[in-house]
């Protein structure tokens, strides 16, 4: 079955705890993102990789740093997380066109 | 930039109609529609790659007017099912290369 995961799915921890949310994908897509979302303001874009070895910023990307080693792998490190970056994180696929959606990953950072 | 999207809720009755409209200030080169339910991952519901475009499934359909750089999204018929919050995702292009971004949402709910 086609699909993205993302692990932890849900994860609360404390200021300055370096912590890594992984992403997967089975679809062989080239294309891969991350977002977070919060209320009235949509999915904002923090990274993306066009490409193994390839990253670029996104909208929203302070605070937040990826890699890109593998094709099927797309973590995303918050290497001193923040209470702003309480939020609803998604990664997701894409080859092109349509985006395919992890689960998503409610992380609360106090 | 991102799109801006109108309304940012409405609420309907079973069986009746909804227009959501998202407009970008770039030209656009493709948009994207998606739906989410509460606590879960956006759907994609189709995406319109050229002006003038017509794409629909069952009630659901959209437009893309290219010059006006808007798209807008038709629901028919509403059922129950349809309730969840709207996103536009629009893609252009800059010096900077390829870009693609989601408007705030819409958030639609359907009553019996």
């Known amino acids: 079955e086609a699909q993205v995961t993302q692990n932890p799915r849900y994860l609360i921890t404390v200021t300055g705890k370096k912590l890594t949310v992984t992403c997967s994908q089975n679809?062989?897509?080239?294309?891969m993102s991350w977002y977070r979302q919060d209320p009235g303001l949509g999915l904002r874009q923090i990274y993306y990789?066009?490409?193994?070895?390839?990253?670029d910023k996104g909208d929203v990307p302070e605070g937040y740093k990826v890699s890109r080693k593998e094709k099927r792998n797309f973590p995303l490190i918050l290497e001193s997380p923040s209470p702003n970056q309480t939020s609803l994180y998604f990664c997701a696929s894409s080859k092109r066109t349509r985006k395919f959606f992890g689960p998503g990953t409610r992380l609360t950072v106090l | 930039q991102q799109p801006v999207q109108s309304p940012q809720a409405v609420i309907l009755r079973e069986g009746e109609d909804a227009v959501i409209n998202c407009s970008s200030s770039?030209?656009?080169?493709?948009v994207h529609w998606y739906r989410q339910k509460h606590g879960e991952a956006p759907v994609f519901l189709m995406i319109l790659l050229k002006g003038g475009e017509q794409k629909g499934h069952d009630k659901i359909s959209a437009s893309f007017n290219e010059k006006k750089q808007q798209s807008s999204l038709y629901l028919t018929a509403s059922q129950l099912s349809y309730s969840g919050t709207y996103f536009c995702g629009t893609e252009y292009r800059d010096n900077y290369g390829q870009n693609f971004v989601f408007g705030p949402g819409t958030r639609l709910s359907v009553l019996p």
């Open positions: 770039k030209a656009l080169y493709s």
């Open positions: 990789s066009m490409n193994v070895e390839v990253t």
């Open positions: 679809m062989n897509h080239e294309y």
